[in-house]
C-alpha cells in the first residue's frame, strides 16, 4: 500500500513529501519513471475528457439544447459549473470542524 500511495503522488504530481528516495540513483529512477508516468496519465485524462465531451454533446443534441454544443455556451456552461462547484467546496471546508 505504500508504494502504490507513492507512486499515485509521483504520477498525479500532488507528492506530498512524506516518502522520498535518498539515494542518487533512486531520485533519477523515479524522476524518469514519474516524468514517463505523468505522460501517460495525461493521456489518460485527455481521453476521459474527450469522452465526456462526446456524451455532453450527444445528450445536449437529443434533447434540444444544441446551443450548449457551442463553445462559448460549453466554455460559459463548464465555467459556472467549476466556480459554483468551487463555492460549494469552500462553503463546506468553512463549516467543516
Same mark, same amino acid.
Given at each position: 500500500?505504500?508504494?502504490? +500511495? !507513492? +507512486?499515485?503522488?509521483?504520477? =498525479?504530481?500532488?507528492?506530498?513529501?512524506?516518502?522520498?528516495? *535518498? &539515494?542518487? $540513483?533512486? %531520485? /533519477?529512477?523515479?524522476?524518469?519513471? @514519474?516524468? !514517463? *508516468?505523468?505522460? /501517460?496519465?495525461?493521456?489518460i485524462l485527455a481521453t476521459a475528457?474527450?469522452? #465526456?465531451?462526446?456524451? !455532453?454533446?450527444?445528450?445536449? $443534441? %437529443?434533447? @434540444?439544447?444544441? !446551443?450548449?454544443? %457551442?463553445? +462559448?455556451? /460549453?466554455?460559459?456552461? +463548464?465555467?459556472? =459549473?467549476?466556480? @459554483?462547484?468551487?463555492?460549494?467546496?469552500? #462553503? %463546506? &471546508?468553512?463549516?467543516? $470542524?
Amino acid at each position: 500500500p505504500a508504494a502504490a +500511495w !507513492f +507512486w499515485f503522488t509521483i504520477q =498525479t504530481t500532488v507528492g506530498y513529501g512524506n516518502q522520498a528516495p *535518498s &539515494t542518487t $540513483k533512486g %531520485r /533519477a529512477l523515479i524522476y524518469t519513471a @514519474g516524468f !514517463f *508516468s505523468i505522460l /501517460a496519465f495525461a493521456g489518460i485524462l485527455a481521453t476521459a475528457g474527450y469522452i #465526456l465531451a462526446y456524451l !455532453f454533446d450527444v445528450f445536449v $443534441k %437529443r434533447h @434540444g439544447m444544441a !446551443f450548449l454544443a %457551442r463553445p +462559448w455556451a /460549453a466554455s460559459i456552461l +463548464w465555467g459556472c =459549473t467549476y466556480y @459554483g462547484w468551487m463555492v460549494l467546496v469552500a #462553503l %463546506r &471546508t468553512i463549516d467543516w $470542524k
